[in-house]
C-alpha cells in the first residue's frame, strides 16, 4: 500500500540553528500537506503544496514540493523554542483519505 | 469559528464499559474523521464520514462503532475495548472535496481524548 516516510525521526537542534525534515511518497501525490503537533497537542494545519517544484514560505518556514511531486521538504531557518513539536507530512490516499508521514521529532535546546 | 470541540478531554474506562466520545464543529464542514493516535506515532485513520454517510471504515474492529447525527456532529461509540485500545482519539473536519477526485482541503483537529482502557 502506499507508504510515506518522514527523515530523520528525531532532531535535537541548538536555538538559533536550521532545521530540515524530508518526506518521501511511495507514489506520485497531488498535493500534499504539512501538519505541526506540539507536545501533548493536536495536530495543526500549516500549508499545503499543489504544483510541481512549488516553493513556499511562511516567516522561518519554507515547505518545497519535488518535480516528481513524490517527495516535500520543510525547512526552518533559525529555530526557536517555539518550533519545538512533530512534524507531519500527508497526502491524499484516495477519496476522503489522507496518508500521515512517519513524523519528524524537533527539539531545540535553548 | 475555526474550533472542532472533543468531549471528553479524558477517559479512562474497564473493559467491560460502553462509553461514547462526542466531536463537533460548526464550520460548515460535510467531511469528519476519526483518527487514532499512540504515542510517537502519526494520526491513524479509523472513519471517516462524508455529508453524514459512512465513507471510509478502515477496518476498525466493531467495538468502535461511529455515528454522525447531522453535519456538525460526530459521535464514536465504545464497547468492550481492550487495553491495547488506550489511545489519543482525534476527530477531525474538511471539505469533502469532489466525489471521487482527491483531497485538496486542510484538516482541522479537536484536541483529542485521551482514552485509557483499564
Known amino acids: 500500500g502506499q507508504q510515506v516516510m518522514q527523515i530523520p525521526q528525531y532532531q535535537h537542534v541548538q536555538e538559533g540553528e536550521d532545521f530540515t525534515t524530508y518526506c518521501n511518497s511511495s507514489?506520485?501525490?497531488?498535493?500534499i500537506q504539512w501538519y505541526k503537533q506540539r507536545p501533548g497537542g493536536h495536530p495543526v494545519f500549516l500549508i499545503q503544496?499543489?504544483?510541481?517544484?512549488e516553493v513556499k514560505k511562511q516567516k522561518r518556514l519554507t515547505f518545497q514540493f519535488g518535480e516528481a511531486k513524490k517527495n516535500s521538504s520543510l525547512h526552518i531557518t533559525a529555530t526557536q523554542t517555539t518550533d519545538v513539536g512533530t512534524y507531519f507530512c500527508?497526502?491524499?490516499?484516495?477519496?476522503?483519505?489522507?496518508?500521515f508521514g512517519t513524523g519528524t521529532r524537533l527539539k531545540v535546546l535553548a | 469559528d475555526t474550533e472542532v470541540t472533543q468531549t471528553p478531554k479524558h477517559l479512562v474506562m474497564g473493559m467491560t464499559n460502553k462509553k461514547s466520545l462526542k466531536c463537533e464543529q460548526h464550520m460548515g464542514h460535510r467531511a469528519m474523521y476519526w483518527y487514532k493516535q499512540k504515542a510517537k506515532k502519526p494520526p491513524e485513520l479509523m472513519f471517516v464520514?462524508?455529508?453524514?454517510?459512512?465513507?471510509i471504515n478502515e477496518s476498525v474492529p466493531s467495538r468502535f462503532s461511529p455515528e454522525c447525527p447531522n453535519s456538525s456532529l460526530l459521535n464514536l461509540h465504545l464497547h468492550a475495548l481492550q487495553p491495547e485500545d488506550s489511545a489519543l482519539y482525534l476527530c477531525a473536519s474538511s471539505h469533502p472535496g469532489l466525489a471521487g477526485g482527491p483531497l485538496r482541503y486542510e484538516q482541522y483537529f479537536g484536541p483529542g481524548t485521551r482514552l485509557t482502557v483499564t
Open positions: 464520514y462524508s455529508y453524514e454517510k459512512l465513507s
Open positions: 503544496l499543489v504544483k510541481s517544484g
Open positions: 507514489t506520485t501525490l497531488s498535493n
Open positions: 500527508a497526502g491524499p490516499g484516495g477519496t476522503y483519505k489522507y496518508i
